[in-house]
């Protein structure tokens, strides 16, 4: 029909799916008593038809602006991103069944690019008459969580393989099932019954599907242990794995198992879903940290004294690290985070809260001098608390820190690929073990204290305000922090995925010559490490990757004669254009490589007096483990912003722990189970425009660029566009504004107030995604490419950093 019944959309959501209620007509006939007839009949009609059965499937690929998934209902699939899928479930439920209506409310989605077309084409204005199911699409941002560190592998894999099986409960109950994969040593299958049956209970499996294949026997019943349940619908999901004994039957069922899906992985495909989601989560991981705004502070313990030992950095915090410098340079981090500081840190971590410290750089005859104090400090004094914020913030280099403190978990040092026992010898490398000079380091570090900058443009002014006249000067001494004798020692190093060391090198030349073949090649070293070395020879060579060559270090014999250095194998890793250069790494068939022995001991024994060729702490193997031990620690949410069309999109949060107040908010707003609903963020009408304009402009090398939402949520309120209200700073123009917001939204309920440090996303280093993305590949390479995709239109990262903490003390100090 034609004709336009948007003016009687409150009658239709009221009468969906009741045109065959015996009360219909009479309650239709009294809500529409006003109406003309003609209009009242032509509205009856719509209704009827609206509430006729509909069969036709729905397929939204390439129509709307989000990832369509399959969606299936009543034994037909459809596919339906997030949006259509919420429309699809919230419609149904009003209809009672799949009608015409549902499949047209479908169709009609606000990001269906038809109607996205229509609306840009006709500017028309909204209509003053609401559309319940439209309030549902704007209120509901879902968004899934993916938590860095957590990549499991898998000890085998699992091959996608339905047969039928015999499962025998308790030695009595027996139910004919199949399985959806098996695996060497496991299976998963499905119980269409809800039986009780528990995790940790012994049952038997008889694989009737492999009995043509497999000689099996009237006694050959396999004992599995239920190791996990998944209930669905009406049925059980059932996770088992194998009980082994030495018995001959299971040992030959083990050697068939193994031969039987190595030969027919490729047919039945490979379970991916774990490789999938880890790889899917690294790349996420990958984006985020090098944008990090946040920097890492790892406390090493020495003689029961807790200091600053090492700092993450990257492009982003490097403003906040070097805030913390004297004028040569030096580390002046021991005034921030004082051992008394890290004590008051420890207590609040048990209740994981954070502590704001306020500093400024006092400066004199060209020298630093710099002064903190934190508020439990500042509290005990209220007023000298005013004065000493009026007096800090008219300061040039006033800084408000947030300072959290995380405990390190040295198993967390180590990132394994998830690629169970098909792991090929390069990626054996890739999960090589933390070392023991490495864990002995970490293992002298036990926290990371997180330092965030919530400095604003909003707090500093509000903070000038306050007066300072009369300010006690000795008071003000107390916090003045005395500048060292000695420089205070702080290794930085840099989060980066490209960088392929595994040791530190040490810069040092020396005689070397190289043999293959006969073919003697003389040069000299231009560095080592134990594992390794980079030569540069006199003439080009012939050399290629690959090549074992023997090595020679004749003037280092002369100085040892524990070691054998005439004739050392090593193999070839690189070899430049003008092949004068080539990197050598150990080669070891059986033992135990004497160059390996040679350069750790001649390390050892001269670490101070050897030169590393980057600065002191520059060891990959250490900044590999750090990085690892801090992604999965983190706690500040980043949004991950991708391109869909000519639009950015954002559902995925990462980070390494979702225990955050404003996460188990999102979490409660969201209609959906294991998501989050991002509407306190992206609900904001003017979000995501500003945001699509910034990114336009910005290039991965800029610092972030900020933005501050105020948010209220009232409880006590359903409906999600009604109980949460969002401002944007700039919208609360002045400080009496402010006060009336955040004074209202804790009267009512909860108040957030969120900082959002938007970063261009730079390019993925696809060397360190390639190893899972070549075996998902490699089983199912329509999946590979769509992840790959899906990871080249990553194009921004945007951290949330809840500072309510500040801008609450802040109010308070105002009023």
Known sequence: ??????????????????????????????????TPKTERFLLKMELKRLAAPCSRLIDLRGYVDGECKTFEHEDRIHFLDNVASSVFTEAFSRYGAYTVGVYEEVMNTENNFRVIYQKEKTKAPKSQSVDTNKIFEKSQFPAQFHRFGAYYDRAEERMNFVIPIKVSVDKQRVFECLTSDISVHGC?????????????????????????????????????????????????????????NDSLETENLTKYLINFIRTNKRRYKINLDNTIRALQTRSFEQFVLPKSNELPIFIEKN???????????????????????????????????????IVRLKKLATTKKSLLVFSFIHRSQGKLYFYTADEIQLSEDPEFMQQFLGFAASKEH????????????????????????SITKQNEYLNAPVSE????????????????????????????????????????KRFGHKRLSKPFSVDEVGINYRNKRQELRFTYKTPANITIEGDVFQGESID????????????STHLIVGDIVSLALPKMQKITSTFDLTSL???????????????????????????????????????????????????????????????????????????????????????GDASGKLMAEMA????????????????????????????????????????????????????????????????????ALKQAFIHQALKKGQFFCVMIKLSRAAEPDMSHLHPELSYISGYAIHRGKQIEQEIWSVTGIAQVFDITQEVVLRYRLMR
Not at 16 to 29: H, I, K, M, P, Y
Request: contains cysteine; charged residues 25%.
């Open 1 to 34: 029909m034609n004709k336009d019944f948007s003016k009687f959309q409150n009658i239709i959501n009221e009468f969906s799916g009741q045109v065959l209620n015996s009360d219909f007509e009479a309650r239709f006939n009294a809500v529409t008593k006003d």
């Open 528 to 539: 080592f490490s134990t594992s390794g070395l980079k030569i540069e020879l006199d003439k």
């Open 668 to 735: 409660q707003l969201s209609d959906r189970k294991s998501y989050y609903n991002l509407y306190p963020i992206l609900g904001h009408a003017d979000f995501m425009s500003s945001v699509t304009a910034k990114f336009k402009k910005m290039q991965h090398s800029d610092t972030a660029s900020v933005k501050v939402l105020y948010i209220a949520i009232d409880p006590s309120i359903d409906a999600v566009e009604k109980a949460v209200k969002i401002k944007l700073s700039s919208e609360l123009t002045t400080e």
């Open 188 to 244: 998963k299958f499905k119980l269409n019954d809800l039986t009780t049956i528990e995790v940790g209970q012994q049952i038997t499996l008889r694989f009737t599907g492999l009995e043509e294949q497999y000689q099996l026997t009237d006694d050959s019943d396999i004992i599995y242990e239920v190791k996990n349940l998944t209930l669905l619908d009406n049925m059980q999901l059932v996770g088992a794995k194998r009980i082994t």
């Open 569 to 655: 194998p090593y193999e070839v890793m690189r070899v430049n254009r003008a092949k004068t250069i080539v990197n050598l790494r150990v080669f070891v068939e059986k033992h135990q490589h004497i160059g390996r022995k040679f350069f750790k001991a001649l390390i050892d024994k001269n670490r101070d007096k050897l030169t590393s060729d980057e600065y002191a702490m520059a060891s990959p193997g250490l900044a590999k483990a750090l990085r690892n031990i801090y992604s999965a620690s983190s706690n500040i949410p980043a949004l991950v912003l991708q391109t869909s069309g000519s639009r950015y999109k954002s559902d995925v949060i990462a980070s």
């Open 437 to 476: 000079d490495i864990r002995a380091l970490i293992d002298k570090t036990p926290y990371i204290v997180v330092l965030s900058d919530v400095t604003h443009a909003d707090s500093t002014k509000a903070y000038q305000s306050l007066s300072y006249e009369g300010i006690n000067t000795v008071k003000l």
């Open 398 to 421: 006033f800084l408000v820190t947030q300072l959290s403190l995380l405990d390190v978990e040295p198993e967390r040092a180590e990132s394994h690929f998830t690629l169970a026992n």
């Open 303 to 341: 003689t029961n004294m807790l200091t600053p030992k090492y700092a993450l950095t990257c492009n982003n915090n490097q403003d906040l690290y070097q805030y913390w410098q004297d004028e040569k340079r030096y580390s002046t981090l021991y005034c921030l985070l004082s051992a008394e500081r």
